[in-house]
Nanobody, 116 residues
Framework: VQLVESGGGLVQPGGSLRLSCAVT????????MGWYRQAPGKQRELVAG???????RYADSVKGRFTISRDNAKNTVYLQMNSLKPEDTAVYYC???????????WGQGTQVTVSS
């Protein structure tokens, strides 16, 4: 199973970015797809998650600004990030959980920098 992330970059405060994560190599349904982030000197934290049925969960710090979505036909998860703040600066990682094999997988990470 491979995860390929894209969409990171440098953006000014108040700006927007959209992250994508395409999953290949799995013949089983991907039960949970999510995004984590890790800022320098901090632990990795959950940003948002979405189940195969579309139920979502968000970190309090991003509620109302970030939206997670998924395209099950394409095995792709998205993270729309609006009203970005400097404290959103981090490496963002895609994560998926496949219940049939009881395993989760990580992407390589994509840098998001919010700075003027």
């Amino acid at each position: 199973v491979q995860l390929v992330e894209s969409g990171g970059g440098l953006v000014q405060p108040g700006g927007s970015l959209r992250l994508s994560c395409a999953v290949t190599g799995s013949i089983f349904s991907i039960n949970i797809m999510g995004w984590y982030r890790q800022a320098p000197g901090k632990q990795r934290e959950l940003v948002a998650g979405i189940t195969i049925g579309g139920s979502t969960r968000y970190a309090d710090s991003v509620k109302g600004r970030f939206t997670i979505s998924r395209d099950n036909a394409k095995n792709t998860v998205y993270l729309q990030m609006n009203s970005l703040k400097p404290e959103d600066t981090a490496v963002y990682y895609c994560n998926v959980y496949i219940r049939f094999v009881d395993s989760d997988y990580w992407g390589q990470g994509t840098q998001v920098t919010v700075s003027s």
